[in-house]
């Protein structure tokens, strides 16, 4: 029997983190066990639990909001238990007492879930006492603390790679579409290959999402990460790319949007068309060498223009027809942008 897609996640989580998380519990378990005593050590187990994130700074994070929760969770059940007992009503009293106080202090969704959760557990252990509550505060924050130092001390996450990985697919993604627009400028193309065409140019946007996506989280991988110092140029050279990339992206839709809404029989054989398709080549061509490893040697085969950029030359465009102004115009200008864009500083 196969499971539901909702329940189940498109990859595992690291065995890294999994173990990670066995040892800040059962570290928390023992180091709180030899504080307090009294109770068995359950708030700082589930904080430990809790804080284990895939990067530090969204440890720091779930350590703040759990800590905040806990403290407010327990000092709502405190008073509602000193006020009106323990009885099971009780309970449900204030579980709902302290989902109104996280919405009144506007806290953040992960504190607004601890806080009733907090109170609930403290009310049905039974226990209303000033030194109980006092307990289980201390106790959270014990676990929180080795959370975050098991996050920061064993293999502490960077999740560069996925983000290098991302902005270089775009970027030789980008330089693919910018051929297929090439190859079509030049040829007779009928609706479904024009729909193709542009279907090809729509996959750019979930890639640069993606790319955006792991972009931030390994920018919040690196922070508070003591491992940063080696990682942090990488990411800024991706991050440096992706600025670039991204209006590219803009104007190769725009590109082929164009030609796929402008389309006819007749532009197969127009001359400034052909030159739109060299330079178009020649972008592609450039793109190919930024989105590069920086050590890979070039994969292009020629000689020639290998590791050289190709747009050096002005383009030149003879008189079209008339009825291919307004296409050429848009295309020519977009093709300024990409230039510039590729260009960079050196434009």
């Known amino acids: 029997m196969r499971l539901p897609a909702s329940i ?19 570290l928390a378990w023992v180091i709180a066990g030899l504080f307090l005593p009294a109770e068995l050590p359950i708030f700082a187990t589930i904080a430990a639990l809790l804080v284990v994130q895939p990067s530090v700074n969204q440890s720091v ?18 008073a509602i238990g000193l006020a009106f007992g323990t009885t099971s009503w009780i309970v449900l009293v204030a579980v709902v007492v302290s989902l109104l106080v996280a919405w009144a202090l506007k806290l953040t969704p992960g504190t607004t879930n601890q806080v009733p959760i907090t109170a609930m557990l403290v009310l049905s252990i039974g226990a209303t006492s000033p030194d109980y509550a006092f307990a289980r505060v201390i106790e959270t924050i014990i676990g929180a603390i080795i959370g975050v130092v098991v996050n920061i001390t064993i293999v502490p996450p960077v999740l560069i790679a996925p983000a290098h990985a991302s902005v270089l697919r775009l970027g030789n993604e980008l330089a693919a579409t910018l051929d297929r627009l090439a190859d079509a400028l030049g040829r ?9 065409l542009l279907l090809q140019a729509r996959l750019l946007r979930p890639m640069e999402t993606k790319a955006d996506t792991t972009l931030v989280q390994a920018g919040e991988s690196l922070t508070l990460n003591p ?19 991204r209006p590219i ?5 725009g590109m082929t949007r164009a030609y796929h809404d402008r389309y006819d029989d007749s532009l197969a054989g127009e001359p400034a068309l052909e030159a739109v398709a060299e330079e178009l080549r020649r972008a592609a061509h450039d793109l190919r060498l930024l989105s590069r490893e920086p050590d890979a040697p070039p994969s292009e085969p020629a000689a020639e223009t290998a590791g ?9 465009i003879s008189t079209p027809d008339p009825r291919h102004w307004v296409l050429l115009g848009s295309l020519v200008e977009d093709l300024r942008r990409i230039h510039d864009e590729i260009a960079g500083d050196d434009a």
């Open 188 to 196: 007779t193309q009928t609706p479904a290959q024009l729909g193709e």
């Open 8 to 26: 189940r996640a498109p990859n595992r989580v690291p065995f890294l983190q999994v173990a990670k998380t066995a040892i800040a519990m059962i």
């Open 249 to 253: 992206v803009n104007q190769a839709l």
């Open 61 to 78: 994070g779930r350590a703040i909001e759990r800590s905040i929760g806990v403290i407010v969770g327990v000092l709502v059940a405190y």
């Open 227 to 245: 491992r940063q110092a080696k990682h942090r140029r990488l990411l800024e050279r991706d991050q440096q790319l992706y600025a670039r990339l």
């Open 308 to 316: 050289i950029p190709a747009l050096t030359a002005p383009l030149v």
